[in-house]
């Protein structure tokens, strides 16, 4: 029994060192997820993506301007051949250039029509929204998780708290069983009893200050909590109960799922696609324009002694009149690519209205047992306190005493596990229905 309460003890210390670290609600506990889950930093930088990928998309509207140089030594200078025209039918070798060639200058491209750029200024909206929507759609799993953790969390801290107050009222009972079995009033069989049930309330305690652990590391491996740093919560037992008895049923409203969202901003950047696949056809109009310096010489110290100057400006049209039929492919696959789209959101409204059935039926049995369990725990303590009255003044033995008590414990950690059931289903119905 020494070892027993020493291995209590150990258990015990870290649990109320705990006390110290200032405490954290569930709502706290999400908005610190939200600000420090290493996956949701991670998707954040999405958004950043998709807006640096527009802006480089569109530099294409922009000018593009540029300085060029070079210089060239025609170590071996081209020969070709001109007709003599002094000795008729003769031809005579003539070297091309200068030796020693430079030129330098600025050349600039202005894109004037292009219906690919027409296409990406089309689409940065829903590239921006895209990347919004798979965040948000990342923070409400989160939330869930987070939710989730901190309910099972509190089960074992409430296990823990039964556990604890099972083992004063067992003490007491095992002092009076003692008192009673040395003075000679009742046989050993009630202290052994006795002895029995507080052991086992011990290994219970033992075993909730274990898995609190466990469940601990989960919600700060979920909020991004520091692996070492201590984490205490704050919990309103009595508000939760509250909740789950009085809370209104909530509705489905599909269309407010970031999943539906994005597949509809999908459906959207396919449509733009398939526009520009259908105006493929249409000129891609440009404007260039430059001035140069040319240097020409003989020798490598007079290259820069001349220098003559040039322009040119252009206006390009490309017409692309045939490739294949390639375009009419690229459309029709375009469309069949939309047709699918619609399929998966007929699939993915199917898919939710099933997840908010499953939701809705466990939200409403989890409240259903949790008033059942309350009731319970009522009725189980009225007779534990009448029986434990009666053991006292001798009308009863002890082991109805003792199964009183088996009662109790069992009907408060039922209403303990429905409570957190019916929580757990409430967050769960609030993520199918986008509310959480």
């Not at 020693?100 to 491209?109: E, H, K, M």
């Not at 789950?244 to 509705?251: E, G, H, I, N």
């Not at 033995?397 to 003792?402: C, D, I, M």
């Amino acid at each position: 029994m020494t070892r027993t309460l020493l291995f209590i003890c150990l258990f015990s210390v870290p649990f109320l060192a705990r006390a110290q670290v200032q405490a954290m609600d569930r709502e706290q506990c999400v908005a610190y997820a939200l600000a420090n889950a290493p996956d949701l930093r991670n998707a954040r930088l999405e958004d950043s993506i998709a807006e640096l990928n527009n802006q480089i998309l569109l530099s294409a509207w922009k000018p593009i301007v540029a300085l060029t140089g070079a210089v060239t030594n025609n170590w071996k200078q081209q020969v070709t051949l001109f007709p003599d025209f002094n000795n008729p039918g003769e031809t005579s070798e003539v070297v091309l250039g200068q030796k020693w060639l430079s030129n330098a200058g600025v050349t600039v491209n202005q894109l004037i029509y292009s219906p690919e750029v027409i296409r990406d200024r089309n689409l940065q909206r829903a590239n921006l929204e895209a990347a919004r929507l798979v965040i948000e759609e990342q923070e409400l799993q989160l939330k869930a998780r987070v939710s989730t953790a901190f309910y099972q969390t509190l089960l074992f801290t409430e296990r823990i708290t039964l556990a604890r107050a099972d083992i004063e009222r067992l003490e007491r009972n095992l002092r009076d069983a003692r008192l009673l079995y040395e003075n000679g009033i009742n046989d050993k069989v009630d202290y052994k009893r006795a002895t029995i049930a507080l052991n086992q309330a011990k290994a219970n305690l033992a075993t909730g200050l274990l898995g609190l652990d466990s469940r601990m590391a989960e919600l700060k491996s979920l909020m991004g909590y520091p692996e070492n740093q201590p984490l205490d919560l704050t919990y309103d037992y009595e508000r939760y109960s509250l909740d789950v008895t009085s809370d209104s049923l909530l509705d489905l409203e599909i269309r407010e799922r970031p999943e539906i969202r994005a597949l509809r901003i999908r459906q959207q950047q396919q449509d733009l696609n398939t526009t520009y696949l259908r105006r493929s056809w249409q000129p891609t109009v440009s404007a260039q324009g430059g001035y140069l310096y040319n240097y020409l010489a003989s020798n490598l110290g007079d290259l820069y002694g001349q220098k003559y100057p040039a322009g040119v400006a252009s206006l390009n049209v490309n017409v692309p009149l045939f490739n294949g039929g390639r375009r009419f492919h690229q459309v029709e696959l375009a469309t069949v690519l939309r047709l699918g789209l619609d399929y998966e959101l007929e699939a993915l409204r199917q898919e939710i209205q099933r997840e908010f059935a499953v939701a809705d039926n466990d939200y409403r049995s989890g409240r259903l047992n949790f008033l059942i369990a309350e009731e319970n725990v009522e009725l189980a303590r009225e007779i534990y306190e009448v029986i434990d009255l009666q053991y006292r003044e001798g009308i009863k033995p002890f082991l109805e005493v003792v199964i009183a008590e088996s009662d109790l414990r069992t009907s408060q950690n039922r209403a303990l596990n429905a409570l957190i059931d019916a929580l757990i289903a409430r967050v769960e119905l609030q993520r199918v229905t986008a509310t959480l």
